[in-house]
């Protein structure tokens, strides 16, 4: 990948768009997937759709199943080090020595934090870094300039685009990115949905009480009613039943996704 920030995309009907103007054909890239990355978008790019549906390009760890969630896969790419030189206001990069391995611009659309001291310390965005091995100094492309100098003293950590690893899995520690359109045989690149409305399969009949309308992710990334969560209802929000539905017949042919908008 080369260096760079996600995009939005917004796509209708207009003949101005580059996915082209035939109704009903602009929108058929967003079911699909490959071994090989599209050229035109970049890992975390995301595209919204006119009726409110919300999409991620991602990197799937693992194969996948249409209607379910896709977890966050990507542990700290780095935990606390301090970072190798000292930097101005205004500078648009840091270094520090890497424990792990890094292609180049591996890390955009990724996150590093500098613990400078002031309420938030300081967050940016990633867009792009050298190429090193373990142990050598990489140089982190930021997306906005310093505000703060920094110095060797300076902790740092930096983070994985968390689109660049997801993956489907079943255990209670991930958190669900989005939820797979097509099925998959193998790892690989694809759009995840993130927002918007969606038919996903519930993995027991509810919306038959009174008020039961929100529903949560089970950790193997299927739905489930909120009110059947884990201990002290801690399972992720994941929308609400869009269907009217009636005492005793619960219906659930839609739901409001609401993961990222």
Known sequence: MSKGKARTILLDHSASLVEGSAAGSSWG??????TVKHPGYNIGDRVALADGRVFRYAYADTARTTGYGMMFNALVAQGYTVLAAAQEIGDMSVTVVSAVDLAEDELRGGYIVMYTGDPNNTFRGIVGNS??????????????????????????EFFYNPYAHVAELAEDWL???????????????????TWGLIRISLHAKFGDDAGERQVVFGPNGDLRAHSAAGTANNYQHAGFIVDRTVIGTGSYALIMLQISP
């Open 131 to 156: 190429a090193v091995s373990a142990t050598e100094t990489v140089t982190i492309y930021l997306d906005a300039p310093l505000h703060i100098a920094v110095t060797i003293t300076t902790g740092s």
């Open 175 to 193: 958190s669900v990115a989005g939820v797979s359109v097509t099925d998959i045989a193998t790892a690989g690149y694809c759009w995840i949905q």
């Open 29 to 34: 890239f967003l079911y699909q997937h490959s």
